[in-house]
């Protein structure tokens, strides 16, 4: 009677589980927003913990899953009908390179560091900070880039080229910081460093906020004064 009475919820569980994804939308599945990202998991716990108590029935399992759906039904509604609703559920975009410039405020903002930031770029097959014009968190956590002109994908079939090296850009100072290891790696020291920041006019590590190095397109700077920190 104990297993007939788990295979009876967990079928009703399955197509109360259906039907609210198919009312809902694939929205929650993917996860777009917060709001959907906490519906999944209530509606997992609950359904999880209904399975498991035996205090709690059928009846509780559907009336308990149909709040949850009418609840994100309104909430969609209300999210058509008023932007100001829309953009506190849903959250926005935060732009964390403009105009090819690291914002820094918007790292803290969003409590990332530079780590997280260079991660996430390769991620997205954006191995250099110096490709990116636009860079922009989503809210469900992914980041859409928008490279520099000049690196925007073409083919070396496209201009009859021969194939060419490819290179993966080496980090040598972030935050301020000497990636001293790296900079042994690539075959050059202190003093090839304190050269090429003297070069952009940069006496102190501390005002780096970003170095980059890629063989065969020289180093990449960025000081903490460019960045945009509101």
Known sequence: MKFLNLAIELVVGFFMLFIIVKIVGR???????????????????????????????????????????????????????????RGLVEGKPAALINNGRIDRHELKKNRMNLNQLQSLLRQSETFSIREVAFCYLE????????????????????????????????????????????????????????????????????????????HGDGIFVQTKTQSYDK
């Open 27 to 85: 929205k929650i599945i993917t996860q777009v927003t917060p709001f959907t990202f906490i519906t999944a998991i209530v509606i997992g716990e609950i359904l999880g913990n209904a399975l498991y108590d035996p205090r709690i029935g059928i009846v509780e399992i559907i009336f308990s899953m149909c709040l949850w759906g009418v609840l994100l039904l309104i909430v969609e509604f209300i999210g058509q009908k008023f932007i100001w609703f």
């Open 139 to 214: 809210p469900n956590g992914s980041i859409s880039i928008l490279k520099k002109a000049k690196y925007q994908k073409t083919t070396l079939e496209d201009f009859q080229l021969p194939n060419k090296q490819v290179q993966v850009p080496v980090t040598l100072i972030r935050d301020g910081q000497v990636l001293w290891d790296e900079v042994g790696d690539i075959g050059f020291d202190e003093s090839w460093l304190k050269k090429q920041l003297q070069s952009q006019g940069i006496v102190d590590y501390k005002d780096v906020l970003i170095a980059e190095w890629v």
